[in-house]
């Protein structure tokens, strides 16, 4: 087999040059297009919605941009920071989240070394809680503060630790919850802001609070107990809240009743009084009329209830027409 039309490298450089000159005639033209191409790239830069750029000349800080396309110059000249400043960034003590969700999922691995805490009446209490925060002013959080993270982390255990040991197990566990919740997340706030970390805490929260797992099978034990006694106090307050109002309401009822009863009888002497002497003054005045009308005032009340009315001659001596007085007709 013949090769026709055979070219020799020399040939093809031959070609070469009669096509477009001389070989380093574009080399400058091609450094500096890439140059302008490096210096565009680098010229225009953009900041997403939830975001602000932080511009430094030679290292110095220049100014903050806002959301949006910006330019500034390029060769290392200037350089932008993008800081994230509306998210919530979340700090976890004593557990991990693995995988957030409906169902989120932890991580099985134990972190007592930052759970286990010491109570004021001197318990060991595991306690998980998180710690919510974002990013309040871009500038400090660069030039004033060298791990923002780690300080957090720092403030907030440093924190806690002191919160759980001014208060009883049994509180952490109910009703302080919330309470050592609000008094953390001001407290840290107060010592991040006296650090100038441009860091602001959203929120403190406990998760989570148990008895170690050591202790726990005692620890339900004096629950129990402590249940038992509330159980037995209530239903004594119970019973003594049926006992004890009734009975006062019945001493009151007969306090009462005896009042009116002496109230009762005071009011009808004083008025029996009083009729005396009016009747006694009315009898000084004419004896006679009025011995004939308390007789007859008395007949008034008498007779009405007398069965069988007898009717006397004072004039008869002898009882012997009365004999036979039950009798109708009189005597045979």
Do not use: C
Not at 57 to 62: A, E, P, Q, S, V
Not at 116 to 126: A, K
Not at 253 to 278: H, P
Not at 298 to 321: F, G, N, W
Request: proline share 5%; net charge neutral; aromatic share 8%.
């Amino acid at each position: 087999m013949e090769w026709k039309d055979v070219r020799g490298v020399d040939d093809i450089i031959d070609i070469g040059k009669k096509k477009f000159g001389k070989p380093g005639r574009f080399v400058p033209l091609a450094i500096l297009a890439l140059l302008l191409l490096i210096g565009l790239k680098g010229t225009i830069y953009s900041i997403g919605p939830d975001e602000v750029g932080v511009v430094q000349r030679f290292g110095k800080y220049l100014h903050t941009t806002s959301p949006g396309l910006h330019a500034k110059l390029p060769f290392g000249i200037e350089k932008v920071t993008p800081l994230k400043v509306t998210k919530v960034f979340t700090e976890e003590f004593g557990l991990r989240t693995l995988r957030a969700g409906v169902r989120t999922e932890y991580s099985a691995r134990s972190y007592l070394d930052e759970s286990l805490m010491l109570t004021g009446d001197l318990n060991i209490l595991d306690v998980r809680w998180i710690v919510q925060f974002k990013v309040k002013d871009a500038f400090k959080l660069l030039f004033e503060t060298r791990d923002p993270q780690d300080n957090v982390r720092d403030i907030s255990e440093v924190v806690m630790r002191r919160l759980v040991g001014d208060y009883r197990v049994d509180e952490v566990l109910t009703i302080e919850r919330e309470e050592i919740g609000d008094l953390a997340q001001m407290e840290i706030q107060k010592i991040l802001d006296s650090y100038g970390t441009g860091i602001q805490i959203v929120t403190v929260k406990l998760q989570d609070v148990n008895p170690p797992d050591e202790v726990k099978p005692a620890f339900n034990e004096v629950n129990e107990a402590k249940q038992e006694k509330e159980r037995m106090i209530n239903q004594a307050w119970e019973a003594y809240n049926k006992v004890i109002p009734r009975a006062k309401g019945e001493a009151e009822k007969t306090i009462r009743e005896a009042e009116g009863y002496q109230l009762d009888k005071v009011n009808r002497a004083k008025g029996e009084a009083e009729r005396f002497l009016a009747t006694w003054g009315e009898y000084k005045k004419a004896p006679r009329i009025t011995q004939k009308r308390l007789y007859l005032e008395t007949m008034v009340e008498v007779l009405p209830r007398a069965k069988e009315k007898y009717i006397i001659d004072p004039e008869q001596s002898s009882i012997l027409p009365l004999l036979n007085i039950g009798q109708r007709g009189g005597s045979k």
